[in-house]
């Protein structure tokens, strides 16, 4: 078992859960996933913050490669990348699958002390 949880911690790196951990950052990922590639000015217009703060927040995702960037001229645009994702996603389900047998224990064991 600690084998397994320590292969998926390494899988799942700190810096994705640094930026996820961030609603306006939470909020900049869904959106670029939703809407597809937006500039830094079309995302400081929705995100409610300031453009350096904004730019900030993409520099937090663009480092756990939660999202890329094309420079255009001037602007710069981004991209999620929703597969940057899946070993979170792997690591959320073994620990799912990892509790929900220990309640099925748990039930098991109670059925056993009841009778």
């Known amino acids: ?16 859960f640094k930026a996820l951990s961030d609603p306006t950052r939470r909020a900049i990922f ?15 217009d929705q995100a409610g913050v300031s453009q350096p703060a904004v730019s900030k927040h993409l520099r937090v995702l663009k480092q756990a490669q939660l999202v890329i960037d094309r420079p255009e001229g001037r602007e710069t645009h981004y991209s999620a990348q929703p597969l940057a994702l899946s070993a979170l996603r792997d690591w959320v389900s073994f620990y799912g699958a990892f509790w929900n047998d220990r309640i099925d224990d ?5 059925k056993r002390m009841d009778q």
């Not at 869904?30 to 400081?44: K, S, Y």
């Not at 748990?106 to 109670?110: A, G, H, P, R």
């Open 1 to 16: 078992m600690q084998t397994v949880a320590n292969e998926f911690s390494s899988q799942v790196s700190d810096e994705v």
């Open 30 to 44: 869904e959106r670029l996933a939703r809407d597809g590639e937006q500039t830094v000015r079309a995302l400081t």
């Open 106 to 110: 748990l039930e098991s064991l109670l």
